[in-house]
């Protein structure tokens, strides 16, 4: 579900400036499958599908598959649409150090709405 | 190419909000019927440069648009500090009724979105007789914190940067580009603390609670707008509040959160039938 984002770097060149010193760890999950995804200055190195056994990230998104399936529409239905309406919906819990995340909102939101069907990625 | 001026005029100007001398910008354009436009937590007034543009609206509407102590153009109060600003009802209230007092506006027509949109229910609670008619957008009576906004003022991260990240979500994906990022960079623009500290004021101090049953729509006119992709004021909580105050709220469709600055072409579809019936 989350593999694609490794194949993604090529047509994000405005995320990895806006993410040029950002190198993390995260993880996400849709309750029965998790992903670890490694970030080097901005660009994806690396997603590995789980089961893990001692996953290290830094932190964790976790929702339903229904719900990633929703938020990855090419255009999300209200509510759906950003990580943050997902939050407050509670069906998305933000888990761990969050400072990679929350100083480097924008990016995570846009990394993520880059797996939207191309009509609608928005990409700044 | 030569430059094509807008008929927006800019001034400055000095008065006192309870007894603090302050130095305020406002933006206005037409004539008619005053409307006052108040912007949302975090911004300015550039939010509603549309509406300043719009040819319709400017024949019958003199639209005139402050920015808010600490934002946009307008000046802190003397003696400010980085670190300090947190809004509260009452000085939010002050700041408008001396705003409006010092322009010498009669009845005017106040609109507000989102903090804006609760303040004009405190108006409505407190001054009914002062107004023509109250246009609330992205109205809610009260929000629960969903969020921990102290990320929205720590060193260790750019203000700029999250406050931009916040508010680019809460607009409809839907919208264009081009008026979205407008939107977020106006957030981008805000001072350290000022996004979060008129958060204060959203998330807690100005929450109505029981008090907004006291709002007697026969008094004071009632206009409630939102749009379906708010997640921070829902069109679920407008339409409580409407049910409340017993009048009809307009839901707009491919809207968010800030309707007059991330889609104004979709949001004045909506406005113009209500600004027609005030009369």
Same mark, same amino acid.
């Given at each position: ?21 950002? !190198? ?41 598959? !229904? ?21 407050? /919906? ?10 990679? &995340?929350?100083?480097? &909102? ?19 | ?10 001034? =400055?100007?000095?008065? +006192? ?5 302050? /130095? ?9 019927? @005053? ?13 509603? /440069?549309?509406?300043? !543009?719009?040819?319709?609206?400017? #024949? ?9 102590? %600490? ?5 802190? @109060?003397?003696? *400010? ?6 809004? *509260?009802?009452?000085?939010?209230? *002050?700041?408008?009724? *001396? ?8 009845? @005017? ?6 903090? $804006?949109? /609760? ?31 102290? %990320? ?29 990022? +407008? ?6 623009? $805000? ?21 907004? #049953? ?55 579809? =909506? ?7 005030? !009369?």
């Amino acid at each position: 579900m989350f593999k694609s984002l490794i194949e993604k770097n090529e047509r994000r060149s405005q995320l990895s400036i806006m993410g040029q010193y950002l !190198n993390t760890c995260f993880m996400i999950s849709t309750v029965d499958d998790e992903y670890l995804i490694s970030i080097e200055k901005g660009n994806v190195t690396n997603v590995e599908e789980g089961p893990f056994v001692m996953p290290s990230y830094i932190f964790k998104l976790t929702a339903s598959k !229904n719900e990633w399936l929703k938020f990855l529409q090419s255009t999300p239905q209200p509510g759906s649409h950003d990580i943050i309406a997902m939050l407050r /919906r509670k069906v998305l819990k933000f888990e761990g150090d969050l400072h990679p &995340l929350m100083s480097h &909102l924008l990016y995570f939101k846009l990394l993520l709405a880059s797996l939207r069907p191309a009509e609608s990625n928005n990409e700044n | 190419m030569k430059i094509e001026k807008e008929p927006i005029t800019g001034n =400055y100007g000095k008065f +006192e909000i309870d007894g603090v001398k302050h /130095r305020i910008y406002w933006e206005e354009a037409g004539e008619g019927i @005053p409307l006052v436009c108040l912007h949302t937590a975090g911004s300015d007034g550039r939010q509603y /440069r549309a509406l300043l !543009n719009d040819k319709k609206i400017l #024949k019958k509407y003199r639209v005139i648009v402050f920015d808010m102590p %600490w934002h946009g153009k307008s000046s802190p @109060p003397e003696n *400010s500090q980085v670190g300090h600003y947190k809004l *509260s009802t009452e000085s939010y209230i *002050s700041q408008i009724m *001396s705003f409006i007092d010092g322009l010498e506006l009669v009845k @005017p027509v106040v609109m507000g979105c989102s903090i $804006g949109g /609760r303040i004009i229910l405190h108006l409505a609670i407190h001054f009914p007789e002062k107004f023509k008619a109250l246009i609330g957008l992205q109205s809610a009576g009260h929000l629960d914190p969903y969020y921990d906004i102290s %990320w929205l003022h720590r060193q260790d991260v750019h203000g700029g940067e999250v406050c931009g990240g916040i508010a680019y979500g809460l607009m409809a994906p839907t919208s264009p580009e081009n008026d979205k990022f +407008e939107t977020m960079w106006h957030y981008m623009q $805000g001072g350290p603390g000022i996004f979060k500290g008129d958060l204060f004021f959203y998330k807690f101090d100005g929450n109505i609670g029981t008090e907004i #049953k006291k709002i007697d729509n026969s008094k004071c006119p009632i206009f409630l707008l939102t749009g379906e992709y708010d997640y921070s004021a829902t069109p679920e909580e407008t339409k409580s509040l409407a049910d409340t105050i017993g009048i009809a709220m307009i839901k707009m469709k491919n809207v968010g959160h800030f309707p007059m600055s991330e889609n104004p072409e979709e949001f004045l579809k =909506y406005l113009h039938p209500v600004l027609e019936k005030i !009369n």
